[in-house]
């Protein structure tokens, strides 16, 4: 059983580092960043974590001082939390009067004027080894 269990994981990850390979071969001058599930990152005794290849994908984020990575959500992004984050509905000329039609547009302007960095995002995962283990 344990092999069975074992063969299907490397599929997976052969799976993933393709799609993988296929996105540096598509995307050569984006910079590859790893997310990593907190799960894997459990405390901090230790100086390495066991983690395994999960999906990958071409996407923006931000780095925000007091709210960590903020993803732009392959062009959908959650337009209000980010501009709530960002800016002052006042100082954008948006009030509670302006109806979500005309008003989204205007968020969703104001968050694409962030800095915003393209990479490849590489999510690390929990093995399932591991979980299976558990």
Excluded at 13 to 41: C, G, R, W, Y
Excluded at 68 to 96: A, L, S
């Amino acid at each position: 059983m344990k092999d069975v269990v074992l063969k299907a994981v490397m599929q997976k990850q052969t799976d993933n580092l393709k799609e993988l390979f296929k996105l540096i071969e598509k995307h050569p001058d984006l910079p590859i960043v790893a997310m990593v599930d907190s799960d894997v990152v459990a405390d901090d005794c230790y100086c390495y974590w066991l983690g395994e290849w999960g999906k990958c994908e071409v996407d923006k984020y931000i780095v925000h001082e007091n709210y960590g990575v903020i993803f732009y959500e392959q062009g959908r992004p959650d337009t209000v939390d980010i501009f709530e984050k960002y800016f002052d509905y006042e100082e954008c000329g948006i009030d509670e009067d302006l109806p979500d039609e005309k008003a989204l547009p205007l968020m969703k302007e104001k968050i694409d004027t962030l800095d915003w960095t393209e990479a490849i995002i590489v999510y690390i995962d929990l093995p399932e080894t591991i979980l299976r283990e558990v």
